[in-house]
C-alpha cells in the first residue's frame, strides 16, 4: 500500500531564506514521486517529478528534492523563498507502472516581506 | 494552448438532488482522472480513465458516484442522491498518450456544494 506524510502543515519563512517542505513516503514498489503547487483560486500545477532516474530533481521556479530511498523520503527545497512562493504545496506517490496517484495533505507555505 | 476546463466552476445543490460535473480535457490527451478534494486536505484519487474505459475506479467511494467518457474525450461525474459530505472542490487532469500518471495537467475545479 502506497501513503505519503507530509509533516509540516503550515511552513513560515522570511522572504530571501531557504526553504524546506517535508515529505516521506511508504510504498511497496519503486516509487515515483511529485511535488504539486496549488496556488489560491488556481489549478495544480507540477513542480517537479522523480521517476527513478537522479535522486536529485530539479523543478521549475528554483524548487528541488532529492530522493531518499534509506530514509523514505523526498523533501522539497529552495534556497531563497520569494512572496510568490506562497501556496500550498502536496507531495504526491504513485507506484511506477500504476495509475493510482496519492497526494498527501498538503503544506501551506507562508512568506514574510 | 486550451488547458484542462471544468464546468460549472460552482455548483450548490440540495440532498438527495443529482448533480453533474463535466470535464474538458485536453486535446490529445488520452489518460483522464477525476480527484476530490475536501476543505484542508490533498486531492483524493477517484477514477481513471485510459481512452474510453475505466481503467481504474478503485477511489469512487459509493454506487452513487458514477463517470462516463464514451468518446475518449468528454467525462462527467455524475453524483445521485447528494449528501452533504460530497461537499468538495472536484478536480480533473487529463495526461498526453504515453506518459500516463507521470505529467498530469489540472483543471481548475468544480466547487460542490450540498445544502
Known amino acids: 500500500a502506497q501513503s505519503v506524510t507530509q509533516l509540516d502543515s503550515h511552513v513560515s519563512v522570511s522572504e530571501g531564506t531557504p526553504v524546506l517542505l517535508r515529505c516521506n513516503y511508504s510504498s511497496s514498489y519503486s516509487p515515483s514521486l511529485f511535488w504539486y503547487v496549488q496556488h489560491p483560486n488556481k489549478g495544480l500545477q507540477l513542480l517537479l517529478k522523480?521517476?527513478?532516474?537522479?535522486?536529485l530533481v530539479k523543478g521549475i521556479n528554483g524548487f528541488e528534492a532529492e530522493f531518499k530511498k534509506s530514509e523514505t523520503s523526498f523533501h522539497l527545497t529552495k534556497p531563497s523563498a520569494h512572496m510568490s512562493d506562497a501556496a500550498e504545496y502536496f507531495c504526491v506517490v504513485s507506484d511506477t507502472g500504476g495509475f493510482k496517484t496519492i497526494f498527501g495533505a498538503g503544506t501551506r507555505l507562508f512568506v514574510k516581506a | 494552448g486550451a488547458g484542462v476546463s471544468q464546468t460549472p466552476s460552482n455548483k450548490v445543490t440540495e440532498k438527495g438532488k443529482y448533480v453533474e460535473l463535466r470535464c474538458d480535457p485536453i486535446?490529445?490527451?488520452?489518460?483522464l482522472y477525476w480527484y476530490r478534494q475536501s476543505l484542508g486536505q490533498g486531492p483524493e484519487f477517484l477514477i481513471y480513465f485510459q481512452g474510453t474505459g475505466a481503467a481504474d475506479d478503485s477511489g469512487l467511494p459509493n454506487d452513487r458516484f458514477f463517470a462516463v467518457r464514451p468518446e475518449g474525450s468528454v467525462s462527467t461525474l455524475k453524483i445521485q442522491r447528494t449528501e452533504r459530505g460530497d461537499s468538495a472542490v472536484y478536480l480533473c487532469a487529463s495526461s498526453p498518450p504515453g506518459q500516463g500518471k507521470d505529467t498530469q495537467y489540472f483543471g481548475p475545479g468544480t466547487r460542490l456544494t450540498v445544502l
Open positions: 522523480y521517476t527513478s532516474a537522479a535522486t
Open positions: 486535446s490529445g490527451h488520452t489518460a
